[in-house]
């Protein structure tokens, strides 16, 4: 699993109003987006349920945006695919951003056809 964060300089334009000047403490409150928990690979077996999980931190705390609908119990956020395919097998992306930064993370899901022997049990991490 790979995971990218990158700094962001906010730059003031002439053509766009300014922003309210901040007290030097509160601009030391933000920190960038961190994965405390980032995606995992998950393989699962056609038909199940495959969760793909992740925490972030951040101050002010970052939003998170995906090419899916993740689901937020605090603190962590979840893809959830009730019956997932083989369709559904590919390479997830998860960013968080705030006034900091932003921050990436990826995961594989695989989904396997059948009930091959020697598979890993619905959810479980990859090792390699």
């Not at 994965?35 to 995992?40: D, E, M």
């Amino acid at each position: 699993r790979a995971c990218l964060c990158f700094r962001t300089k906010l730059e003031k334009m002439p053509s766009i109003p300014e922003e309210p000047e901040m007290l030097e403490s509160e601009v030391e409150r933000r920190t960038m987006p961190d994965f405390i928990k980032p995606l995992g690979d998950v393989e699962v077996i056609e038909g199940k349920e495959a969760v793909l999980k992740c925490k972030v931190a951040g101050l002010p705390y970052p939003t998170i945006s995906c090419h899916f609908t993740f689901v937020y119990d605090d603190p962590e956020y979840s893809l959830v695919i009730l019956s997932a395919q083989p369709e559904h097998s590919g390479v997830y992306t998860c960013t968080a951003q705030n006034l900091a930064g932003s921050c990436s993370c990826k995961a594989e899901l695989t989904v396997h056809t059948g009930l091959g022997s020697g598979r890993r049990q619905q959810g479980e991490r990859r090792t390699d």
